[in-house]
């Protein structure tokens, strides 16, 4: 495998014109929330750590087949740092505690506590990034997490609660924001498969220790459960994982954290349509609030390119092409 020492600019379109961006957003949104749904399966048979393990191991195999046919090799060394801090908290911890944080809590209050993950991303990203907070920006998140609100207190009651599982959903949530935060300056060194299947291989040789544990979980899993695991794998992250990557490197950390709060309304309605679950009124009206908190989170002042600022042509990422 050959290392490319130097990162290939992006081709940055015309503001307004260029879907790809947007498209990779909406692809990972959809790709995440589907993961709620598989998670409950796969979740029944396979510890936390075993799971995150077996999604951590199926990714990592079909992203570095991809990376082996497209011949892309290795990113740039000053990529390495953020994809070491991204793989260590996102794809390792993020992954175990959010797992073993839903056993201990009930849907919504895990809901609830781990949508603090896009606030934490915005003000890391302006104090770490120099990101800034736009106004639109606090305003589509103050909305959304207003909604993501509402669905937990819908869906709260359902399973009992625990310190113990409002704190590991907390530590998921300052995860997944450092995990985002540190992976935003690598994109400028590696493309977004690069960086991505790296740093899946990182949070893999992070979560070995839970090797044997897999190995007895398969054992007894069902196949239904297993294949659940590899779906979480190759789609919600090996898939989504990258597009978020690709869209991460085209616009800010905190608006990409705040297009996150779409997931709490697909996720309702991915329920309602694959298990069923028929939504209350209270859900379904916060539901249309995180959308209606991403959306204005998303619009743009003049002079703004497709993702509502990023800034490409003056900080251009690699060749990026969940």
């Avoid at 692809?27 to 399966?41: D, E, G, P």
């Avoid at 090797?211 to 090996?238: E, Q």
């Avoid at 690709?246 to 309702?268: D, E, F, H, Q, S």
Wanted: proline share 5%.
């Amino acid at each position: 495998m050959t290392t490319t020492s130097t990162a290939r600019p992006a081709t940055s379109a015309a503001p307004g014109r260029d879907w790809r961006a947007p498209a990779a957003a909406c692809t990972t949104v959809i790709l995440w929330a589907s993961a709620f749904v598989s998670i409950r399966s796969a979740g029944e048979a396979y510890s936390p750590g075993a799971l995150a393990l077996g999604r951590l191991l199926a990714g990592t195999l079909a992203l570095g087949a991809i990376l082996l046919v497209r011949r892309e090799g290795l990113p740039a060394r000053a990529a390495w740092p953020g994809i070491i801090v991204s793989g260590l908290l996102w794809f390792g911890l993020y992954m175990v505690v959010l797992n073993w944080g839903e056993q201990q809590v009930d849907a919504g209050t895990a809901a609830m506590v781990v949508n603090i993950g896009p606030i934490l991303i915005a003000l890391l990203s302006a104090g770490i990034l120099g990101e800034g907070l736009p106004r639109r920006l606090l305003v589509g998140m103050a909305v959304s997490f207003g909604g993501a609100a509402v669905v937990g207190l819908s869906m709260s009651g359902h399973g009992g609660s625990s310190v113990l599982g409002v704190v590991l959903c907390l530590v998921a949530a300052v995860a997944y924001a450092g995990g985002v935060v540190g992976q935003k300056p690598a994109l400028r060194h590696g493309s977004a498969l690069q960086i991505t299947t790296f740093g899946c291989l990182t949070g893999t040789v992070a979560c070995l220790p839970f090797a044997g544990v897999l190995v007895s979980d398969a054992a007894d899993a069902p196949l239904s459960a297993t294949l659940n695991m590899v779906y979480l794998g190759v789609f919600p992250t090996a898939l989504a994982f990258t597009t978020w990557a690709y869209a991460l490197a085209r616009t800010t950390a905190g608006r990409m954290g705040a297009t996150t709060y779409a997931v709490p309304a697909l996720v309702v309605l991915m329920s309602w349509l694959l298990l069923d679950e028929v939504p209350a009124l209270f859900t379904v009206a916060g539901g249309l609030l995180c959308l209606a908190g991403v959306a204005v989170s998303r619009t743009r002042g003049r002079g703004r390119g497709a993702l509502g600022g990023a800034r490409v042509a003056a900080d251009p990422p690699a060749d990026a092409g969940r």
